[in-house]
């Protein structure tokens, strides 16, 4: 008898909301060197309504960079997946390359962009691609070496061709594990996406309100910056969860 998941509580969910509320507040006493660190919901609240068309376009800003730079290294990571899928048996050294790239922090990769780009958004958009492009191709690396499924297994057994087996089971087959690679190199870009702005600098960005926020000493904008670097990362995830779930609903 399989065991039923328990039913989502709205009480539940309300009280968990008020304790994290709660907690912001009681974090928000905090003071160090008669400043407060975080700014309280309710003063969060008012410089949201002061700096709503400003903090509008500073996060539309920042989500056009997180969405070149995913773009970019999602198609590289595909590229560099479906070469090393091909290879990596023959030289099993790529797979260690492979491991070492993913090592590397994006972030490191901005002064490397900047000498050879320039202080522009190209240089920010191939930092945000570097973050991303081996998450992918791991995802790529990890469908082609999964158990072949019950579908191919048929078409082998039927004299299909190799390729005429992979164009009937790719890439709806490995749909999973490569919108679980999109979900984790989509989070990643927004970070990187925000740090390149911190770094870098830039007149429009989420990045570039923090360290002016930090600089001012403006705690409720800093407070109201942090959460809306947050929320695009939560809503980035909202979305392709759904995406993912619906693949996995395609698979069953």
Do not use: K
């Not at 969405?67 to 899928?85: D, E, Q």
């Not at 191939?126 to 297994?153: D, K, N, Q």
């Not at 061709?161 to 890439?171: H, V």
């Not at 999973?176 to 990187?192: K, W």
């Amino acid at each position: 008898m399989s065991a039923r998941r328990p039913a989502p509580s709205r009480g539940a969910s309300l009280l968990t909301l008020a304790g994290a509320i709660g907690a912001w507040w009681t974090v928000a006493q905090i003071h160090v060197a008669g400043r407060s660190l975080v700014a309280t919901p309710a003063a969060t609240l008012g410089a949201l309504s002061r700096e709503a068309p400003t903090l509008g376009r500073d996060l539309a800003a920042t989500a056009a960079r997180a969405g070149m730079g995913l773009s970019v290294g999602v198609a590289a990571g595909l590229g560099i997946g479906a070469l090393a899928a091909v290879l990596v048996r023959r030289a099993p050294v790529i797979d260690g390359l492979l491991d070492f790239a993913r090592s590397v922090p994006p972030v490191v990769i901005l002064p490397v962009c900047l000498l050879a780009f320039g202080y522009n958004e190209l240089a920010r958009a191939v930092t945000v691609a570097f973050g991303c492009v081996w998450t992918v191709s791991l995802a790529v690396i990890t469908a082609a070496s999964s158990p072949r499924s019950a579908r191919r297994e048929m078409l082998d057994v039927a004299g299909a061709t190799p390729l005429r087996a992979l164009a009937w089971t790719q890439p709806w087959e490995s749909l999973g594990v490569l919108v679980v690679g999109l979900r984790t190199s989509a989070s990643t870009a927004v970070v990187v996406a925000v740090v390149t702005e911190m770094i870098a600098g830039t007149e429009r960005g989420l990045g570039g309100r923090v360290i002016a926020a930090q600089i001012a000493g403006d705690t409720e904008g800093l407070t109201l910056d942090v959460l809306a670097a947050g929320a695009l990362g939560y809503l980035v995830n909202l979305g392709l969860r759904g995406l993912e779930q619906w693949v996995r609903r395609l698979e069953t």
